[in-house]
């Protein structure tokens, strides 16, 4: 059983950065898929960015350029540095993992994800 654990979250103000690290667990395959979405009140869970284990990533069109996704394999941990923060980045951000599998083209759907973190709360002030 895949266990995902962020930290990270918090409130900053607009142009601010924040770095969200998710401690993963419980898989020792070679392939996967690895990522994180949010969700704002009353919107529905999109994803953000997506690595996969021979370190591609993809982005969402609204974040390209301002958040990096990077992982440390030695710590089984995944990161998402957040860069010039806009208001609209506020939302709970979840850690994902999808094991015995790359990140097709539908790694934006929540539907291709297999495991979920608990979330972290990630607010921006304008």
């Known amino acids: 059983q895949v266990q995902l654990v962020e930290s990270g979250g918090g409130s900053v103000q607009s142009g601010g950065s924040l770095r969200l690290s998710c401690a993963a667990s419980?898989?020792?395959?070679?392939?996967?898929?690895m990522g994180w979405f949010r969700q704002a009140p009353g919107k529905e869970r999109e994803g953000v960015a997506v690595?996969?284990?021979?370190?591609?990533?993809s982005y969402a069109d609204s974040v390209k350029g301002r958040f990096t996704i990077s992982q440390d394999n030695a710590k089984n941990t995944l990161y998402l540095q957040m860069n010039s923060l806009k208001f609209e980045d506020t939302a709970m951000y979840y850690c994902?993992?999808?094991?015995?599998?790359?990140?097709?083209?539908?790694?934006?759907?929540?539907?291709?994800?297999?495991?979920w973190g608990q979330g972290t709360q990630v607010t921006v002030s304008s």
């Open positions: 690595i996969d284990s021979r370190g591609s990533t």
């Open positions: 419980g898989y020792t395959g070679s392939s996967y898929c």
């Open positions: 994902t993992a999808k094991t015995f599998a790359s990140c097709s083209g539908a790694w934006y759907f929540a539907w291709y994800v297999g495991y």
